[in-house]
């Protein structure tokens, strides 16, 4: 009995601490994308804040200046709009990945667990009597 109930045990833990290390595995994996997508956001805008000045230097006259301003500020919307879609695409495959791994472990969870018929049997039958007992002495 002892020995069946640390094979669960063992079991059980096994499966946990795999599960919370594949868990651990998406979370490092979406961190290190986010972080290169970071780092790529700011030498975009680095670059983009040297190009504008560069364009600016070169601009005398003021329908000029608002002109380049404006491209400026569409391209930098794109670039923008690019970074939050790549945000949104690694943390939808994140929580993706994390919804799977919780599916197979509830899925896995779900199924019928063994149970010794046999200490059920006998546990259930020495209750009987003395709850009977109990009654008639009550009487």
């Known amino acids: 009995m002892q020995t069946q109930f640390n094979e669960a045990l ?42 504008q000045a560069k364009s600016l230097n070169s601009k005398k006259d003021a329908k000029d200046i608002f002109a380049s301003s404006a491209e400026f500020v569409s391209d930098y919307n794109e670039k923008m709009l690019g970074f939050t879609n790549q945000t949104v695409e690694i943390l939808t495959e994140s929580s993706n990945e994390a919804k799977s791994l919780f599916e197979k472990v509830i899925a896995s969870k779900a199924a019928p667990a063994k149970k010794p018929a046999k200490a059920k049997t006998i546990k259930a039958e020495t209750e009987k009597p003395v709850a009977k007992e109990a009654a008639k002495k009550e009487a």
Request: net charge negative; hydrophobic share 35%.
């Open 10 to 51: 063992t079991t059980a833990t096994s499966k946990s601490y795999e599960t919370l290390k594949n868990l651990g595995d998406i979370n490092s994996s979406a961190l290190r994308k986010i972080t290169d997508l970071q780092f790529d956001f700011i030498s975009m805008n680095v670059e983009s804040g040297i190009e």
